[in-house]
């Protein structure tokens, strides 16, 4: 039964990461509208989908369960907003490979904040490996300096900040449901999103391709996300959710002929090894951790 769960696990992990990993063709794909009005139609599409599901779970119960979020729930909401916000206009300021790698680079951040904030212990290999993965973003940038997507760079370090405090608030809210607070998330996409742009009429091509991402590739990604986390370690979601940053990129190269740089590639290749050798060393002190407490 064991076995059957981790493996539950790690399929929900990369069902979700090939959900996720569609949000970059699918904007590459857009016509005419801008990120503003894709932020509103993306956000609300994901909001009215997570409240159809919190109804389901909480029927009558549901205002409780925004009630219980507190005001923890409230920032987590706008971090988790924000970061939402940061990742369409990363994805649209620079190539869906810089982009990606980047924001795949959250997991170690996250590691690095919870040991300064949480006093959560990390290893000493912890910390070389966040180095080495800084070197790897380093070279992201500057070959967005070179290609002129250095904007977009930073959209993806925004995605990696607001996602490290969206985690981090989760994380110190451990006896709190916080899917409501996903679910306001959403609202704060539709908030940002009407004040930028400058109209919200779209082609129906545009509109279709908002609604599918906030509906289907993130409520899913998502989702299947929070449920493995149920079966398998954190180190190991971070370790198998490099399958989104690893194709995204493919997909729009495939699609739209959207092709790398080298320096690219050694960037990207540098940050997926630093993210797995630390989940694989998180891995494994788990495990001898749980040999320990069982012998």
């Known amino acids: 039964m064991q076995n059957r769960q981790y493996g539950l696990g790690v399929l929900l992990v990369l069902i979700g990461g090939l959900f996720l990993s569609g949000n970059g063709i699918l904007l590459r794909l857009v016509e005419d ?9 993306r956000g609300a599409a994901f909001s009215m989908t997570l409240l159809v599901i919190l109804l389901g779970k909480y029927r009558d119960r549901t205002v ?8 923890r729930g409230f920032y987590a909401a706008i971090a988790l907003g924000f970061a939402s916000c940061c990742y369409v206009f990363a994805l ?4 869906v490979a810089n982009a990606m790698f980047i924001i ?3 997991p170690l951040a996250t590691a690095l904040c919870a040991w300064l904030l949480l006093n959560e212990r990390i ?7 966040m180095f080495v993965a800084l070197g790897g973003v380093s070279l992201l940038f500057a070959d967005g300096f070179s290609s002129g997507g250095t904007m977009g760079n930073l959209a993806a370090l925004g995605v990696v900040a607001g996602f490290v405090v969206y985690l981090l608030i989760v994380r110190d ?6 899917l409501p607070a996903t679910c306001l998330s959403g609202i704060v996409m539709v908030v940002v999103g009407f004040i930028g742009a400058e109209h919200l009429s779209l082609q129906a091509n545009d509109l279709i391709i908002a609604l599918v991402m906030g509906c289907v590739l993130i409520t899913v990604g998502f989702g299947c996300y929070t449920i493995a986390a ?5 180190a190991e979601v971070a370790l198998f959710a490099l399958a989104e940053s690893i194709l995204a990129p493919i997909w729009v190269w495939i699609g739209v002929d959207e092709a790398p740089s080298k320096v690219t590639l050694i960037g990207c290749t540098i940050v997926v090894v630093a993210v797995a050798v630390y989940s694989i060393v998180e891995i494994t002190k788990e495990s001898r951790r749980v040999d320990v407490v069982t012998d």
């Open 173 to 178: 809210s451990r006896d709190v449901d916080m």
């Open 104 to 106: 795949g680079a959250a």
């Open 230 to 234: 149920r079966y398998i370690l954190a």
């Open 92 to 95: 649209l300021l620079t190539t």
């Open 33 to 41: 509208a801008d990120g503003w009005q894709i932020l509103f139609y």
């Open 64 to 71: 409780s369960a925004f009630r219980d979020i507190g005001p």
């Open 123 to 129: 290893s000493k290999a912890g910390i070389i490996t």
